[in-house]
């Protein structure tokens, strides 16, 4: 029998942490509505595929509240849409920080500089 503390888990969490997904909630907000840390809810996805799986579809309709509700404010006077980037950049980095690819070609010299000429 391993030590420590028994898990919490409840497979029944799934479906909730799906529907908090899809109120555009993020993963501390689903942590914190089931009552537990980040770190023990991401455990629990390593332990439990369907777990991870419910993780997964959360942030996926998390990105869809997110992106319905700009489409919407893009009608209205008072949208703040630098707000709005700057929120989806930081919950969705994959799909929404730019990037910028530099190419580098020939050698790359790392020149030593004693402290004494600083």
């Known amino acids: ?3 420590g503390r028994p898990s919490t888990y409840d497979p ?3 479906e909730r942490v799906i529907e908090l997904g899809g109120e555009g909630k993020s993963q501390v907000q689903i942590a914190v509505a089931l009552g537990v840390a980040r770190t023990t809810m ?3 996805a390593e332990q439990h595929e369907e777990f991870s799986t419910a993780l997964t579809r959360a ?3 998390e990105q869809d509240w997110w992106e319905t509700t700009g489409q919407s404010g893009l009608f209205l006077d008072k949208f703040n849409a630098a707000v709005w980037k700057k929120s989806m950049e930081a ?7 730019e990037r910028k690819e530099l ?3 020939g050698q790359v010299v790392t020149i030593a500089q004693d402290a004494a000429d600083l």
Not at 91 to 97: H, L
């Open 59 to 61: 942030k996926e309709r």
């Open 12 to 14: 029944a969490y799934c």
């Open 91 to 97: 919950r969705f980095r994959d799909d929404y920080t």
């Open 1 to 3: 029998m391993p030590a």
């Open 42 to 44: 991401l455990s629990w």
């Open 103 to 105: 190419e580098h070609s």
